[in-house]
């Protein structure tokens, strides 16, 4: 998804009275640009690594092992897994070769999402599709499955990836051992998968997945390695993962995006300034691209040929303005006037914009 970097215009009024947009566009040329570089930009970083070789070594083992092992991946939004997703898909492949009668190919890896309402039906159509097959998709669930079955044989498939598998949850945790009717339903229809197939499945989704695979104690004994996608910690003096992150997402942009910019703030090295990036992000790898995103598109509209700290501290107030707006429109009236009291008390948190004083008792408070 591409990140916008200005808020849609305010309507204006016509002559008439009638309200119509502003002409401006929402996103300039160079904002486009940059934004859509960004998007595609896979960073490989320590906490994204340790879950992939985790992720690989199941199912490179699952080829020697009589019981297969199978995984859980979780990670709070904005974590890695979606990219950890890109990564397992573009290293495993999709392969196609020619023979007498036509194309044979070959797809090692199925990767897709669970969607509410979830139904084993549904499970083996989103299977189906991530392969390519569009065709007769109006079967029953047994037919679905088996069909599904028989072709993942064909193409050779070693691995199922269902993301988003924390929405199992919207299925109800009530009942007789804890498990709805309808969770037990899908598990079981997982279960079956496993036990009639020779593929590794990995399970990811939101840290409350390992809680729904946990409520059957036959899954649980199935899924018996775990891992944890999670945020960059804050940067204590000699590590370098943060800075080393925001500083290659940068170098990438100064090498393809030459003719915006010539050179960047740099991280690595400057604890003040990863401090305030922490403050800023919370970690998060997700957020920590926005925000490189957002100074880029700011630098790059004012023909600034070094993006620098003041270019993260407009981006931040910027994004934490339309952010403001946004969750005041979408929360409980409570947190409506707690927003409102801050803007009005002029308390909301720049990190770009602290003292490094101010900067550092965050950062260390941030660390208890």
């Known amino acids: 998804m591409n990140h916008q970097c200005h808020v849609t215009p305010e309507p204006t009024a016509t002559e008439n009275g009638s309200l119509t947009k502003a002409a401006t ?23 994204l690594d340790e879950a992939y070789k985790g992720a690989q070594r199941v199912i490179e083992r699952n080829s020697v092992l009589s019981e297969f092992d199978h995984a859980v991946i979780v990670g709070d939004s904005g974590c890695g897994k979606t990219t950890l997703c890109d990564i397992i898909q573009k290293e495993y492949g999709f392969q196609e070769t020619e023979f007498r009668l036509g194309y044979q190919f070959t797809k090692p890896v199925l990767i897709t999402s669970i969607k509410s309402p979830v139904t084993n039906r549904s499970l083996a159509r989103n299977l189906l599709r991530a392969m390519g097959d569009e065709t007769a998709l109006n079967g029953t669930s047994h037919v679905l499955t088996e069909r599904l079955i028989f072709q993942m044989e064909q193409i050779q498939t070693k691995a199922i990836i269902l993301d988003e598998s924390h929405d199992l949850s919207t299925l109800g945790a009530s009942g ?28 990811m989704g939101l840290p409350r997945t390992i ?9 649980a004994r199935r899924f018996k390695s775990t891992f944890h996608l999670k945020p960059f910690s804050p940067p204590p003096d000699g590590d370098d993962g943060l800075a080393d992150f925001v500083d290659f997402l940068l170098s990438h942009l100064m090498t393809d995006m030459a003719k915006h910019f010539d050179r960047f703030i740099e991280f690595n090295g400057n604890l003040d300034y990863a401090n305030r990036l922490y403050l800023a992000t919370g970690g998060s790898p ?67 914009a602290l003292e490094t004083a101010e900067v550092n008792a965050l950062i260390g408070a941030a660390r208890v």
């Open 211 to 219: 809680d729904i695979i946990n409520s059957d104690e036959q899954l």
């Open 286 to 352: 997700a957020r920590v691209k926005t925000l490189v995103m957002d100074a880029a598109c700011l630098a790059a509209n004012l023909k600034a040929r070094i993006i620098t700290a003041a270019h993260f501290e407009k981006g931040f107030r910027s994004r934490a303005e339309t952010n403001a707006r946004i969750k005041m429109a979408a929360t409980h009236i409570r947190e409506q006037d707690d927003a409102m009291d801050q803007v009005r008390a002029g308390k909301a948190i720049n990190p770009f």
């Open 25 to 47: 566009p929402i996103l300039t040329p160079q904002e486009a640009e940059i934004s859509r570089y960004l998007s595609e930009t896979i960073i490989r970083h320590r906490l």
């Open 176 to 203: 007789r051992n804890g498990v709805s009717k309808e969770l037990g339903a899908a598990l079981n229809w997982i279960k079956a998968l496993i036990n009639r197939t020779k593929i590794t499945v990995i399970l």
